[in-house]
Each structure stands twice: as structure tokens, then as C-alpha cells.
């Protein structure tokens, strides 16, 4: 039998006595959030660095490095020495060679919301300068991809307030939940797609619909007399049985496996009485069980 390596004795002793410290690399789309990403994470006590050029990502966290706080680093295209193999060779011998947790965080956003943000802000994207804008979005979105494929987790900040962006970064990187699995319920209406950052999605149509009552029509799923119509559907009762039945099995082998955040997506036609109501009374049901529940109406925030 041989001797274990140095570093592999010191990650051992480590993670006797404690977990080891997080690395979180945050890239992604060019205007999808990453400057915002890294001030969430340096509000949850992170330490920050931002473009930092590859060749001293090594030296930033070496095999002999103890880090007093957890580390945030933003690497996009506009990095020096950029590239998606280099990245992935630095992420993969920070792995091997030094004890801590590294995760990497890719966040993206469609087309559309990309040109609108760079629009609005009237900021040159950095590879559109000899080219139209959506050209420049597309030809990034290319390259990125292997990056995207290698991540641990994507956020799509397309349609995130910054509210709802911040708590999703609290939820998956505090430090206090870090162990603790966050689940995220969000109503949504099917015209206007699904959420794209949903784990499991429960359709909610085939319920009696409050739209077609003149009186309930104006009022949402959290209105008293919306949750007693809904609920007074004889297929109400043997649907939330089932759905919850379905759930509490699942919760503690998603947490026994490591995921910190899952999303669960209730839908309906427009995403105003129906799923809401469903998702209120989701959301409520998870917290009696002891679950960390974060909750989000998509079509309703777009009107307050």
C-alpha cells in the first residue's frame, strides 16, 4: 500500500474538521447579470474578484491556500487569456489539487432580452463592435456553449426582476442554507411559456377557471373568493393529494443528492386564479412540512 499524496492528506484532514471552502466562478452571456451576481454574492459575504485574467486564476487559489471567506470570480469573453478549455482545465485542476468546493455558475438570457438590456443601456457588446448587435449576442451564445454544457448551474435572468434574481443567488449560494434544500414554487400562464429555470412542472387547466365568472374575473388567486371557487372543484381535493403525494418522497432524495434549489412551476392559461391559488396552497403545505419555500407569481409580478 502506498502513502496517500500531501494534498490529498490535507483535503482529507480538512473535510474531517470542516466543509471546505466555496469557490463560485460566475460567467455566462455578455448583460445576463453577472456584475449583479457578483454583488448578490459579496452581499452574502463572499469575496469578490472580477476579471480576473487566467493566468493568475491558479495562483488565486492555491493547493496551499486557506481561505478565511468564500470566493466569487466573474470571468466572461472580455477576460484576458479567455477561453472555455482553459477555463475548464483551471476548474478541473482547482478540483484535484486544492480543497475546496468549486461550483460554476453560468448565467444566460434569450436573445431579445440581451439586445433590449444593451438598447436601453446603450453599451457596445464586446463582440458586436464591427457587426450588428444580435450577431454579436449569437456569435458569443456559439462559443459559450461548451461553457453552458459544463456548468453546475444556469440561470436564466431573462425575465428575473433583481428582487427575484437576489433572493434565487441567496437561495442557492448562502452560506447558511448552503446543506438545506430551497424550494422556489412560481405560478405562470402556458401563453407565455415555461418558466425556463422549472424542475418539475404541474399543469393546473383542467380546473374550473374563474376567468369566465364576471366577478372573479378581475380578482387573482389569492383572493378569498378565487381560492373557494377553485378549491370547490370536485377535482380539486384528489389533485393536491396527489401532487403533494408525489412531492414528499421526491424532497428528501433531491437533498440526499446534493441539490440545493429546485423550482416547482404551477400553470394555468393565464397565470392569474388557477395556478396561483394552487401554488399559495403549495407553498403553504411545504412550509408546514419544515421546507425553506420561496415564492413567486410570474404573470402577477409583471402588474404591481
Not at 459579496?42 to 488565486?60: R, T
Not at 456559439?142 to 441567496?170: Q, T
Amino acid at each position: 500500500m502506498t502513502d496517500a499524496p500531501a494534498s490529498q492528506n490535507k483535503m482529507s484532514q480538512t473535510s474531517a474538521h470542516a466543509a471546505p471552502a466555496r469557490v463560485v466562478i460566475v460567467t455566462g452571456m455578455s448583460g445576463a447579470g453577472r456584475t449583479s451576481a457578483l454583488k448578490a454574492l459579496e452581499d452574502l459575504g463572499y469575496e469578490a474578484v472580477d476579471n480576473l485574467p487566467l493566468s493568475l486564476f491558479a495562483q488565486l487559489v492555491r493547493p496551499d491556500a486557506i481561505l478565511e471567506r468564500p470566493l466569487a470570480v466573474g470571468i466572461d469573453i472580455r477576460t484576458r487569456d479567455f477561453g472555455v478549455n482553459d477555463i475548464d482545465a483551471a476548474i478541473a485542476r482547482m478540483i484535484l489539487e486544492t480543497p475546496v468546493d468549486v461550483k460554476l455558475l453560468f448565467l444566460d438570457a434569450d436573445d431579445d432580452a440581451l439586445a433590449r438590456r444593451f438598447t436601453e443601456t446603450r453599451r457596445r457588446h464586446p463582440l458586436a463592435t464591427d457587426r450588428p448587435l444580435i450577431d454579436g449576442i449569437q456569435h458569443e451564445r456559439a462559443l459559450l456553449a461548451p461553457l453552458k454544457l459544463r456548468a453546475d448551474l444556469v440561470i436564466d435572468s431573462s425575465r428575473l426582476a433583481i428582487g427575484e434574481f437576489r433572493h434565487l443567488m441567496e437561495a442557492q449560494f448562502g452560506l447558511e442554507s448552503r446543506h438545506r434544500l430551497v424550494l422556489f414554487v412560481t405560478s405562470f400562464s402556458y401563453r407565455q411559456g415555461l418558466p425556463r429555470e422549472a424542475d418539475l412542472v404541474f399543469d393546473a387547466r383542467f380546473l374550473i377557471n374563474p376567468h369566465y365568472v364576471p366577478e372573479l374575473k378581475p380578482l387573482t388567486g389569492r383572493d378569498a373568493q378565487v381560492a373557494a371557487y377553485v378549491a370547490a372543484d370536485p377535482s380539486f381535493d384528489d389533485y393536491f393529494s396527489r401532487l403533494t403525494g408525489l412531492l414528499a418522497p421526491l424532497l428528501p432524495r433531491f437533498a440526499a443528492e446534493g441539490k440545493s434549489y429546485l423550482t416547482i412551476a404551477i400553470g394555468c392559461t393565464g397565470g392569474r386564479h388557477r395556478s396561483v391559488f394552487v401554488a399559495e396552497r403549495l407553498a403553504d403545505w411545504l412550509s408546514q412540512q419544515g421546507q425553506a419555500v420561496e415564492l413567486r407569481h410570474r404573470e402577477l409580478s409583471s402588474l404591481t
